[in-house]
């Protein structure tokens, strides 16, 4: 039986109401979308809006994954937490927002992974 593992990926740090009027970035898709990545290949995660988040992987790929439906706070949080049994995150996973105060927020299923290119 393999150990669940907790992780908490904290995306870049923004205000909560700068996060709000920056808006979604225009992605172009740069291939299939995937169901499953590699926790140990996430660099780093940017949190969109509370549907949106962009997955930064070693190597300069960017996978955006959008969710099914809107996750209550995370746009505003801009940080989640997940808890797997391997090392990949796939789109039948879920993510816990992670509120101030150490608090979890509510927990949202995951979409597909999408390779994009973020428009500058």
């Not at 070693?58 to 808890?83: D, H, I, M, V, W």
Request: glycine letters at 10%; one cysteine or more.
């Amino acid at each position: 039986m393999r150990p669940i593992i907790w992780l908490a990926a904290v995306a870049a740090v923004v205000t909560p109401a700068i996060a709000r009027d920056r808006g979604v970035p225009a992605a172009t898709p740069a291939g299939k979308a995937v169901d499953c990545v590699n926790t140990t290949d996430i660099q780093q995660t940017h949190v969109r809006s509370d549907q949106v988040i962009d997955f930064e992987m070693r190597g300069g790929r960017t996978y955006r994954n959008t969710l099914p439906y809107a996750c209550p706070s995370l746009g505003f949080e801009q940080r989640f937490g997940y808890k797997l049994s391997t090392t990949q995150l796939c789109s039948v996973d879920t993510i816990t927002v992670l509120q101030s105060g150490g608090m979890r927020g509510p927990s949202c299923g995951l979409g597909q992974f999408q390779p994009v290119t973020i428009a500058k």
